[in-house]
């Protein structure tokens, strides 16, 4: 962890609680700024209190009152932006609370957008399983993590590296606050998630940056299509585990239809936040006399934060007006 900073950066510790990370870390000889937080209003254990000591003896600032999901409210810290963020073990408190650990996480990110740099990170660290990535040993099913990289999604983080938690270089760091009491943690086995910003999706961003030229082929796969110019697309890969949603579009269109033609302009509308189309159903319309055409649609980036409710948004609208409007067809809704 060490080798994450730079000279002069200036770091924020939040949810601190006893203060014994930062403690631990103003120690170890960083040419660095420290800002140390807790939520609390204030310490009242004496092991809380000398390490409050300590980090007010070596120049770092301490504030209390400071909520991880409103940094920009504490007037101390409005007018600055840090090179990195470090929230270590998030935790709401209380038995069983995935959906709110889940929105304390997401309200981090979302806050945190607006302090951090343009360049720099966000460490998380999180109990074994609680991630929900492959790195996690064993790894949990996905709804029942918290679901760090889509939460992370909302503040427009993406996934960059996962690390064991360096336990050897904070000897002196005890983890409290499981289930609201003075009670440490299950910390072994704990990983460190590290977070860069990136950019909503947009009109421009959303296009690949290499497009795919017409095809005359009738009855090929999207990813028959991929495969076959894979010398032709992007290979910038950032985000390490990112997140894939699926979704059905049913379009009513005549018996000229041309599905390769649909992937490739498809593709090279939006084929950095999609990574399969499959055509699953396709049935006439007695009443009409219309085909109707059901693709299921896995939407995926390696660089665009995406999470379920801006995918939804993307999917009913940008994606199914973008059909609408170039194949003169009818998306049902």
């Known amino acids: 962890m060490m080798s994450i900073f730079n000279d002069n950066d200036l770091v924020l510790l939040v949810g601190e609680g006893n203060f014994s990370f930062s403690a631990a870390l103003s120690e170890q000889n960083l040419n660095v700024e420290l800002v140390a937080s807790c939520y609390e209003s204030g310490v009242c254990q004496e092991a809380a209190e000398k390490n409050v000591n300590r980090l007010r003896k070596n120049g770092t600032c ?7 999901t409103k940094l920009e409210e504490c007037p101390s810290l409005k007018l600055r932006l840090f090179d990195k963020i470090i929230f270590n073990f998030p935790h709401v408190g209380g038995k069983m609370r995935i959906e709110r650990n889940r929105e304390l996480l997401k309200g981090f990110f979302m806050s945190s957008a607006r302090m951090i740099k343009e360049n720099g990170q966000i460490l998380v660290t999180l109990c074994n399983g609680q991630g929900g990535t492959p790195v996690d040993k064993p790894q949990r099913r996905w709804d029942d993590s918290w679901k760090i990289v889509e939460m992370a999604a909302h503040g427009n983080f993406i996934l960059t590296r996962v690390d064991p938690f360096l336990w050897q270089s904070f000897e002196d760091y005890i983890v409290t606050g499981y289930r609201g009491l003075n009670k440490q943690f299950h910390t072994s086995g704990s990983l460190t998630h590290f977070f860069t910003k990136s950019q909503s999706p947009t ?19 999207w990813k028959g299509m991929i495969n076959s110019l894979q010398n032709k697309l992007d290979y910038e890969l950032k985000c390490i585990y990112p997140c894939t949603f699926t979704f059905d579009l049913t379009v009513s269109t005549d018996e ?10 498809l593709y090279n509308y939006a084929g950095s936040i999609i990574e399969n189309v499959d055509l699953i159903d396709c049935y006439s319309s007695p009443d009409d006399k219309k085909i109707k055409r059901t693709y299921r649609i896995d939407y995926k980036s390696n660089y665009i934060p995406l999470y379920r409710k801006r995918v939804i948004e993307l999917h009913q609208n940008v994606i199914a007006n973008f059909v609408e409007d170039n194949f003169k067809v009818v998306v049902s809704r």
């Open 62 to 68: 301490v504030l209390f009152n400071v909520d991880a």
């Open 203 to 221: 009109a421009h961003n959303i296009a690949p940056k290499n497009k795919i030229n017409a095809f005359t082929l009738n009855n090929i796969t």
């Open 256 to 265: 000229y239809f041309n599905t390769a033609e649909f992937y490739q302009l």
